[in-house]
Each structure stands twice: as structure tokens, then as C-alpha cells.
């Protein structure tokens, strides 16, 4: 099962730091961590059924 809110969340967060890297507010590597820990809080959990 997919929670929607928590992809959402993901998407924007990834598309606004992205954005901030391009503008130069933020590094490569500060955007590689922003990436890895929005997929930790976002999208690492599992729903059981």
C-alpha cells in the first residue's frame, strides 16, 4: 500500500531543494543528503498488512 501523503512529501521537499541547488543556495553533496535522508523519513515505511 502506497501512502500518498508521504510520496507527496517526498516530491516536493526533493523538487524545492533541487531548485535551491540550481539557485546555488546548496550544494551537490548538501542535496545528495537532503535525497537520502527525505527517502528515510519519507518513504522507508512499510505498511503490513
Known sequence: MVNVKN???YEILVRLM???QQAGYLTPEELATVR?????EFLS???SD
Open 18 to 20: 533541487t531548485e535551491a
Open 7 to 9: 510520496e507527496l512529501s
Open 45 to 47: 515505511q512499510s505498511v
Open 36 to 40: 537520502k535522508l527525505a527517502a528515510k
